[in-house]
């Protein structure tokens, strides 16, 4: 039986509140040792993905505010996501489809995990590595 997002995944995944600032997202970021959040609304659902890039290419380098401007501005109409239960083929076609290099995992409407192209990398058999990363290298840069 093929392995799951859920057997791969980095559980818990802690969330940035849509009206909180991107600089409270940075020190989250830098807090927990990552380099995205995912964006959860009053509701706790997912609303969007930001990551350290578009802090740094969309705010700073801009030269926005990052204490005045809220992280939903980051929150995109769509969030590529994958559910619990999907193979690890499945999140592996869909990061290269999206070029995103970490997917937001969910059960129903609730987040549960974020699995990454590093967890992906280390639950594949070696021979499929090479052909991984060639992947997600060729897929256009989203995040």
Known sequence: MPMTAREI????????????????????????????????????????????????????????????????????????????????DEALATMAKAGVRRLPVIDGHDLVGIVSQADIARNLPDDKVADFLQAISSAPDND
């Open 9 to 88: 995944m980095t559980p818990g995944a802690d969330c940035v509140r849509t009206e909180e600032t991107v600089s409270t997202a940075a020190r989250k970021m830098k807090d927990l040792g990552v380099g995205a959040l995912p964006i959860c609304g009053e509701d706790d659902r997912l609303a969007g993905m930001i990551t350290d890039r578009d802090i740094v290419l969309n705010c700073v380098a801009e030269g926005m505010d990052t204490t005045q401007v809220r992280v939903a501005d980051y929150s995109g109409d769509e969030v590529v996501t994958i559910g619990a239960d999907d193979s690890v």
